[in-house]
């Protein structure tokens, strides 16, 4: 982001275009790094190759862009994959009306990472329909996967699979957000039905993930107050 191609920084220095910005938060991807502002706007740099910067093209940037295909919505959340991102989105429709929320994804999408039903990749971000309406609360993305959370704390899961890593109990890799079903308890009665996994919070490795899961009858007969 300091517009200098060929020279290696060894030191942390400011990036000027958003010296006044207010970020507040910060993530990379393996070479591209988006900056989300205060006033709820993303910026990007780096490697496009895949379209990762979401610009619209496919084209290098060595300083922070404004990623104008989001600009009308309030960006709630961000992550980075190996060569993709993930936002969480809000959109005001007045005061009357409550925001509409959705997750938009772009860059590489050869493993189905960016959950539109295909394996092609994007320069723009694109809503993901699988996801409309389901209350999303939470976005995530590995290497070359992505996960969300729901309201109900339930896990959706797409992209490489290749390591196991999206929870489905195979290593099939998926194109479009599927719900991670619970594990297998043998101490259970055998049974074809698997109810939903449901967890607290979610943290997405490069190739895992790994959650901090919840008892649903411990939930159900928790004090509230407690």
């Known amino acids: 982001g300091m517009n200098i191609a060929d020279k290696l ?4 220095d400011i990036i000027p275009s958003l010296r006044r910005s207010g970020s507040c938060h910060v993530v990379c991807g393996y070479s591209h790094t988006v900056a ?15 379209g990762q910067l979401g610009l619209g093209h496919y084209t290098h940037s060595p300083i922070p862009e404004h990623v104008t295909a989001l600009k009308r919505f309030q960006v709630q ?9 993930i ?25 189905g990472q960016l959950g539109h039903n295909d394996f092609f ?11 409309e309406a389901r209350g999303i609360r939470a976005v995530h993305a590995g290497g070359f996967s992505s996960a969300a959370i729901d309201e109900a704390k339930q896990v959706y899961t797409w992209g490489d699979s290749r390591e196991g890593q999206l929870g489905h109990g195979d290593e099939t890799t998926l194109n479009c957000p599927a719900i991670v079903k619970e594990p ?14 449901r967890a607290r919070t979610l943290f997405v490795g490069p190739h895992y993930m790994v959650a901090m899961g ?11 107050m407690n």
């Open 36 to 50: 989300l502002l205060k006033n709820e706007q993303l910026y990007v740099w780096g490697r496009n190759d895949c």
């Open 9 to 12: 920084l060894l030191t942390p």
């Open 214 to 224: 919840l008892d649903a009858e411990r939930e159900k007969n928790q004090d509230p």
């Open 121 to 131: 990749s994007r320069c723009v971000p694109r809503s993901v329909r699988t996801l």
């Open 87 to 111: 936002a969480f989105v809000a959109e005001d429709k007045g005061a009357d009306a409550p925001p509409v929320e959705r997750v938009y994804t772009w860059g590489r999408g050869e493993e």
């Open 77 to 85: 959340q961000i992550d980075c994959g190996y060569d993709h991102c």
């Open 184 to 197: 297998f308890n043998e101490d259970k009665a055998k049974s074809d039905f698997r109810g939903t996994f």
